[in-house]
């Protein structure tokens, strides 16, 4: 039997994260995202590196990560998929000032590296993810493939931090903050839904400290840390409100994370 202040309970969660969702998920939000830097981009391939390279130095204040992430682009001449394709290794030992927080040149080096290896081999990083998820109908498996794929190349040791590994319980937040860009569609224009073979159904939260707050406030989270098990529950719980696009609701729970401070 339906215990009805549970339903209640639940409805108006719902009713809140749809009203925040319609809040800041507008075109407003692009130019104070990091997303605001593949936007920049009309190139499917360019939008892809642009996005994948944004997400990975998402960590630290969103200026800086915008700063920073367009200055690499400059770096890569703002193309960056035919930087990651023809570059020469002077042109990519060109590229070893960059620095964000503990991503360093070195770190920028191998991923241009690794991001070529890839598309040379695998097709690309639209055709890595997607051929492992149509394998086993799960994104976890194609986190797991892609980090494998990604070092498979010699590469420093110190550079394997910079990709989650969901096999040791991280959150992957950026990771899966890029496939939610590069995945989702609606009328707001704000993620790409470029790789349509993949639905949104399958995607996972990208906790922050912001939207885990608000998670946590709201009842819908209660594991305490921010790893792979709340990643988890909370996508889980957020399948229960909508199942075709759980995801929508990183807009509401950041938005409200960042935006509505007590």
């Avoid at 998929?81 to 360093?104: K, L, N, Q, W, Y």
């Avoid at 194609?142 to 990604?150: A, H, Q, T």
């Avoid at 990208?206 to 608000?214: A, E, F, N, R, W």
């Amino acid at each position: 039997m339906i215990n009805v202040e549970i339903f209640r309970q639940l409805t108006n969660i719902q009713q809140l994260l749809e009203e925040k969702y319609f809040k800041y998920n507008t075109a407003g939000f692009i130019e104070s995202d990091p997303i605001c830097i593949p936007h920049q981009f009309s190139r499917k391939e360019n939008i892809e590196i642009a996005g994948f390279l944004t997400a990975t130095i998402a960590w630290g204040q969103r200026q800086t990560i915008i700063r920073n992430a367009g200055r690499l682009m400059l770096l890569m001449d703002n193309e960056p998929f035919d930087f990651v394709r023809e570059a020469s290794e002077s042109e990519i030992s060109g590229i070893s000032s960059f620095v964000h927080r503990t991503f360093s040149g070195i770190d920028l080096q191998f991923f241009i590296r690794a991001l070529r290896h890839i598309d040379i081999n695998y097709g690309g990083l639209h055709n890595l993810f997607s051929r492992t998820y149509r394998q086993t109908s799960d994104i976890k498996d194609s986190l797991i493939e892609f980090r494998r794929i990604f070092f498979e190349i010699p590469h420093p040791l110190h550079t394997e931090k910079h990709i989650a590994d969901v096999q040791k319980g991280a959150s992957a937040k950026r990771i899966n903050m890029f496939l939610r860009w590069m995945v989702r569609t609606d009328a707001s224009g704000v993620d790409f839904g470029l790789w349509s073979d993949i639905p949104p159904s399958a995607l996972y939260m990208p906790i922050d400290l912001h939207s885990g707050k608000i998670a946590r406030d709201l009842g819908l989270l209660h594991r305490k840390q921010n790893d792979w098990k709340a990643v988890e529950e909370l996508t889980g719980n957020l399948r229960k409100f909508d199942p075709d696009d759980p995801v929508k609701y990183d807009f509401a729970l950041f938005g409200m994370g960042i935006n509505e401070k007590e």
